[in-house]
């Protein structure tokens, strides 16, 4: 079973569309829950990280938010640049704190 | 700029051959890993490094092996005896193993079997 779990795995919207792309953990024991940007053939590129249920981080059409067990990233009014997968990686208290990933939502813009 | 700088960008390996993929950073940063994606899977963990001369196995270390003989430098090399090498390699580093920041990766290395 999947410590991490991101939802849908695809999706495709029309440019203007706001959607959101959820990620989920089962493990307790918070320290971080980051996500990333993966555009095809390229390293992931960080976007935010957030630390404690209530959070919220904002960057252009991007917000990420946090519960107790679940992160929304929410898109508004997307456009086609915004396609991409966004992977979400969570790190718990435990063990070598290294994040674990989820495998991704892959995000399909339309013009 | 700062970052980390992967090559090559492709990669062939022959039947019983071993290939090492480069990885550098010059973000001054301690900690150094290795990652393996695959379509529809999520990153997994190959090795892991918190500092010079150490390394640890992670998830799916079987047919890899590391050094860091350098803070900038932490190659893989993917052995013969890693039967279904054909994946695309992430290396990614962060100021400190625990240290609750993000990671910096690479652009990735993707390696193909002939």
């Known amino acids: 079973e999947d410590q991490v779990t991101q939802s849908p795995e695809a999706l495709r919207l029309q440019e203007g569309e706001s959607s959101s792309l959820n990620c989920s953990y089962t493990v307790s024991g918070l320290r971080g829950l980051f996500w990333y940007r993966q555009d095809p053939g390229k390293g992931p590129e960080f976007l935010f990280t957030l630390y404690s249920a209530g959070e919220e981080k904002e960057k252009e059409r991007l917000k990420a938010t946090l519960t107790k067990k679940e992160s929304f990233l929410h898109i508004t009014a997307p456009k086609p640049e915004d396609s991409a997968t966004y992977l979400c990686?969570?790190?718990?208290?435990?063990?070598?704190?290294?994040?674990?990933f989820g495998r991704g939502t892959s995000l399909i813009v339309h013009p | 700029d700062g970052g980390i700088t992967q090559s090559p960008k492709y990669l062939f390996r022959k039947e019983g051959q071993n290939v090492t993929l480069s990885c550098e950073q010059n973000?001054?940063?301690?900690?150094m890993y290795w990652y393996r994606q695959d379509p529809g899977q999520g990153l997994r963990l190959i090795y892991y490094s918190q500092i010079v001369n150490d390394f640890q196995k992670g998830d799916i270390a079987e047919g890899y092996s590391v050094s860091r003989e350098k803070k900038e430098s932490f190659p893989l090399t993917v052995t013969s005896a890693q039967k279904n090498p054909t994946a695309f390699y992430l290396c990614?580093?962060?100021?400190?193993?625990?240290?609750?920041?993000?990671?910096?990766f690479g652009d990735g290395t993707r390696l193909s079997i002939l």
């Open positions: 973000l001054n940063h301690d900690a």
């Open positions: 990686a969570v790190s718990f208290s435990g063990g070598s704190y290294i994040p674990t």
């Open positions: 990614a580093s962060s100021r400190q193993l625990g240290s609750n920041q993000p990671q910096h």
